[in-house]
């Protein structure tokens, strides 16, 4: 398959003409292309931005389930009388129609990649490879028994099962990380049990780090003074590459052992106000060279799966908090979301447009109301744009949403199954 | 005109049949309406959200010409090397042509009514006429020399035109605002010129309090330690309904202030955190008894004119400030932008859903991929919607926007006036 973008307004390059063969991009070129008898489609970009396809790097993808169910309560409220019981009720069925619808908003929204830590692992595996979309997915192991026989842990042997079974599946696309769910869901026990599995078999980590005020303190006062990140550290969790979720109380001294280890920061910007935990110091994670990333957490907790929102909140709310509107470029935040985000998944080949690179690629419209005019297309991107305007999602030279058809999911059936499997969920959960 | 708006979801009231005759909401009721005979079109809404329309609290609609032109810089170099020097070449063409293009990208995010503070003011009161929304216009006066003869300042002299001319125009829709731009352009002489005519006519008035750090304690210095709401006060600005945009550094006795005086504060978020102005401090504010409206601000400082947004990131925002996800109800930031927005621009006969109010009505599309699934409509309708989900806009009855369609614009006429306008007038500026 050999797919021609036509004169489109390449992010940080200028118009150009865009050929992408099989999976790969295998050809940028100023150049009009006169003869394109050589092309299966050619598409007219004229008023197209053409950027990489977007990474998703902390989420849940099955709690789109939740999607505003119980707002608007204290934190300890909400995740005992609302979530809590109504993940006791999760099927593999449930899990799987949430997976999947969760993919479908992605992909709407320009997203090709995501980082997911949840439960019933297998079932978001089957949707990813459904939908043609990419993501590493763990299996998060919590253990509040000091004590638990880690080699019978259900949660562990899940996530060694998990990743024996779809670990570099679909070509790749699939990709198993191990998970520890936080420091204060675990031990020093459950910690290096589950990084000696990943360090024996080269997978990514994913866990929450100091996410709360509570949570970073209470670690310090279990741990003899140490942060969630020195405990982590002292565990081995940060000898494979790791992704560490929301960081809002890192210290200093964690973003440099952070730096030191190649840890990602997954800033969630909207989860992290909205659950009133706080806002993650971004302009002092750049100053000291932690790679950031963005993520949108939960459908639970913010409430859509939108990484033009997150990318335009992140930057936003950095100026805000530092009380400086000069601070970083728009394209600081767009890194964060395509190269940063590929890079924190161990993805070398792609997160941006270049010849050789995978085809992940996204088309913006430029005629949507809110681009216009166009002074610089990094700002449109960051400060304009939102998900609505993405009229392409490719992943690996393949089209997986144009136009308003998705060409991988039957989207009006989908809608269906989830409205009735949420409307059933809670029924049963009542 | 009699439309029937059928088994709509409306905002806090369930489903209902809504019936809209000419320009008002005629009734609202439960019972199927079988015999459809009588109406001149009957809208299905199986799968809309049906709610007020929404008001833009704080903008200047003529700054679309400067949508991400100049980002990411210092507010003092962004000022003085962008936007001042652009603003000399501001023409009454280019500010009809980017007033009717904001007007345009405001009734397709279901915004149905705005209040303005710029100049040229004329030709954005013509774009608002043309289009059939909503607004307060004001001339912003300026007077930065204190023995300035008001009478025959020609600022405020416009403003005085422009009330003549323009103000309860196009059946009332059109109103006419006195302004002052703020406390650190102005000074008593003018201020009081300009509150004086505006008690004399009964009109409302728009200014910038406490946007910034520096322009609040900049104002007690020249003052005598008053603060820029206290000495708005004594010029006797406050001595007709008010509306005070940002009101980041408002103390705490500026907002008891306020609330004595029935002052409406314009929350700005977007723009207080892209400019690096800070954090209004909202649930102090409500707690104080102050109203609270929602303003984008203009396009140059957002740079989207889209209350969904402003709505949504109130509502996390304050949540974040406060570190409190319990905090004030979804419902809360619906009231700012709407009932509330409707308040503060002195029209009594709209901004809710009731019998015998006016029509200004926006659909929501519920079948949109991220308002599936939706357990309560003010959820969905604060935390999940986007502006491009409102499908159908209509102002006093009338149908303004449907489902791409633009009912009183030809928009593919004005997205080219646009960019040509746009175009040219940076050559002229260069």
Known sequence: MRILFKNAEVLRKGRKNVVVEGEYIRKICDTDISDTSGFDRVIDCSKKLLMPGLYNCHTHAAMTLFRGYGEDMPLDRWLH???????????????????????????????????????????????????????NISRSVLSFDKKEDMSTSFRLNESKSLFREWHNAEHGRIKIDMSVHAEYTNNENSCRATAAFAVENGTHMHIHLSETQSEHEECKKRNNGRTPAEFMRDCGIFDVPATAAHCVYVTDSDMDLMHEKGVFAAHNPTSNLKLGSGIMRTSEMLKRGVGIVLGTDGAASNNTLNIFKEMHLAAVLDKGATRDPGGHNAYEF?????????????????????????????????????????????YTAVYSASAGDVSLTMCDGRILYENGEFLTVDIEKLKSDMRHTCENYFKENK
């Open 81 to 135: 009388e609302k979530i809590f019981p109504a993940e006791e009720l999760l099927t593999n069925e449930s899990v799987y129609t949430a997976s999947l619808y969760a993919c479908a908003e992605m992909i709407r929204g320009g997203i090709v990649s995501f980082t997911d830590m949840y439960e019933k692992c297998g079932e978001t595996c089957k949707a990813v490879a459904m939908t043609g979309m990419k993501a």
């Open 334 to 378: 767009v890194r964060m979301a395509t190269e940063n985000g590929a890079a924190s998944q161990g993805r070398t080949d792609c997160g941006i447009i270049e010849e050789g690179k995978k085809a992940d690629i996204i088309l913006v419209d430029l005629d949507s109301i809110n681009n216009i005019p166009m002074y610089d297309p990094c």
